[in-house]
């Protein structure tokens, strides 16, 4: 689900921005003080802007290694919040207009600290879109309809939020669609709140591509988080997801656009990649296209996430931050001028990699 902040209409000013709240006709677009620029998309047919870099809270304020959602019960200490609400504003301040986030996330924890940095910034959170989720929790799935409306209501409450733009279902993988998609089921609940006005748009986020697919090509959702389908070493979204998102004019958000890491940092030996098992051609793949990058003096991570955002169906990416170096580092990737050469000599170099089998 997502919360558009609304400044208040001033007088004597008549004309709304979609997405960006209210301004006057001959003002210059609302950048708030201390945001740097990035470029910024529409998300399909819900006519929001988003900057074309956002920030993935998955493990937002954990210091060390990345940590599976099962392991927050048993290690709650390694989660600090005071890191993760400087990452979360540190992303603000470089340019991210689109925190994303899930009761899943750190147990709920991901959520009270973007309230946290919401209001201790709200020069900020003027200009901010928050996605967050339904259906997926620490607990276990639940998509029926009361669940739904329960977790709306403690989100909002959690982000101090009192309306969202766009509510996302959540890792449905699993679960009967019919059961997720019914009249009493999640989006039963979502049209629900979306009839009084309490959310604006509906989408779907499944982790798993191959149940993420059917949700988008039933046209019923307006958005779509994709998670492990769309980077420079997969492109297994050309298959189903993008051709249903174009026919239905889906804005896509692509997650997990660094896989884990490498794409930033290129092959570190010793190094362990969550949920990934690169093989050694992957590796030696990745080299060549750092090597470009150096040839051209563009940040490898600049050229992952803007790659991504070329497709006209993909409005932003969400890199996961740990902590506000990485956060920085991530949205500065997005403001990164690369000369259209550079991606004429990228191309050969895109390749997808079997999951499996090569990652």
């Given at each position: ?338 000369p259209e050469p550079f991606w004429t000599d990228l191309e050969p170099l895109v390749r997808h990699w079997e999951q499996g089998v090569d990652r």
């Amino acid at each position: 689900m997502a919360f558009r902040c609304r400044p208040a209409r001033p007088k004597n000013c008549a004309t709304r921005r979609p997405a960006l709240g209210w301004r006057c006709p001959k003002a210059s677009k609302l950048i708030p003080r201390g945001r740097k620029r990035m470029k910024t998309k529409i998300l399909g047919r819900t006519g929001l802007e988003l900057s074309i870099v956002g920030l993935g809270t998955a493990f937002t304020g954990i210091p060390t290694a990345n940590l599976a959602a099962s392991a927050y019960k048993e290690r709650e200490h390694t989660l600090d919040e005071e890191l993760g609400v400087q990452a979360i504003i540190a992303a603000m301040e470089a340019g991210c207009t689109l925190i994303d986030t899930a009761p899943l996330y750190g147990g709920t924890r991901s959520e009270t600290m973007i309230g946290r940095a919401l209001r201790a910034r709200p020069d900020l959170a003027a200009g901010c879109t928050v996605t967050t989720k339904v259906g997926r929790l620490i607990e276990g799935q639940d998509y029926s309809f009361d669940a739904v409306l329960r977790s709306v209501e403690a989100s909002l409450k959690r982000l101090g939020l009192d309306r969202l733009e766009v509510v996302y279902i959540h890792d449905q993988m699993g679960v009967p669609m019919a059961q997720v998609m019914g009249k009493d089921g999640a989006l039963g609940a979502l049209r629900k709140l979306q009839t009084e006005k309490v959310i604006g748009y509906i989408g779907t986020a499944a982790n798993n591509p191959e149940t993420n697919g059917p949700y988008i090509e039933t046209g019923e959702f307006d958005a779509a988080v994709v998670a492990d389908a769309w980077s420079l070493l997969n492109q297994t979204a050309a298959k189903q997801i993008l051709p249903a998102a174009e026919k239905h004019n889906v804005g896509l958000v692509i997650a997990t656009p660094l896989e884990r890491g490498l794409l930033a940092t290129g092959p570190v030996e010793g190094i362990n990649y969550l949920n990934r098992n690169f093989s050694q051609a992957v590796l030696d793949h990745v080299a060549q296209i750092q090597q470009l990058c150096r040839q051209y003096n563009i940040p490898m991570a600049a050229a992952a996430l803007q790659w991504i955002t070329r497709h006209p169906q993909i409005t932003s990416t969400i890199p996961g931050a740990r902590v506000p170096e990485e956060a920085t580092e991530n949205a500065q990737a997005g403001q990164v001028d690369i000369p259209e050469p550079f991606w004429t000599d990228l191309e050969p170099l895109v390749r997808h990699w079997e999951q499996g089998v090569d990652r």
